[in-house]
């Protein structure tokens, strides 16, 4: 039976990896997988999805009004199966995007990875990775070490001009110039200094 799966970990934890790793390994099996990225998230290119350790797919961008249920089913009709459907970036998806993954699961049975991160630089979680939270049927962590110390990454701390920053808009797309994983303790100390 297939099952939705949202697969979380901050930045650096290797989630675009992951999905890497997940599609070589259906398809050197020779099942066909289908990758879906947000739009929004152009630093490997609008249709890929990259790795920081140089890896790249091909992926179909999704915007704020694609229907993924939709879009699934027509690469079915096209393409015959697909055994996984893996969401990079899942973090960035709305809750119908949620919805229509939760369609692509029940009424068409192909399992679902999404991988996101579940919070963002203020700690607060993103619409997609709540709704990920509430829908999927298994929930994973993937572990990552904190910038600073050798404690369990849990959050971000995003940066501007070398400085940490915990004002803006949520959804700022950004690297490891931007962004470092860190423990809760080091995320408390770097906002104490301010």
């Not at 390994?25 to 947000?38: A, H, S």
Request: glycine share 8%; proline share 4%; net charge neutral.
């Amino acid at each position: 039976m297939a099952q939705l799966y949202f697969k979380y970990g901050t930045m650096n934890s290797g989630k675009s990896f992951e999905i890497i790793k997940v599609a070589h390994n259906y398809e050197e099996q020779g099942k066909p997988v289908l990758i879906f990225t947000p739009a929004i998230d152009t630093r490997n290119g609008s249709d890929r999805v990259g790795s920081r350790a140089g890896f790249t797919r091909p992926a179909i961008p999704v915007s704020e009004n694609t229907n993924l249920y939709e879009s699934v089913k027509t690469q079915l009709s096209g393409s015959g199966r697909f055994f996984c459907v893996l969401v990079d970036e899942a973090q960035w998806l709305k809750k119908h995007h949620i919805v229509e993954l939760t369609r692509v699961v029940d009424e068409l049975n192909v399992p679902v990875m999404a991988f996101g991160l579940k919070n963002d630089f203020q700690n607060e979680l993103f619409e997609g990775s709540y709704n990920l939270l509430v829908y999927a049927d298994k929930i994973e962590e993937i572990k990552t070490i904190c910038w600073y110390c050798d404690r369990k990454a849990t959050m971000v701390i995003r940066f501007k001009d070398g400085v940490p920053v915990n004002e803006g808009e949520q959804i700022q797309v950004g690297g490891s110039e931007d962004y470092k994983p860190v423990c809760r303790r080091c995320y408390n100390e770097a906002f104490k200094q301010k």
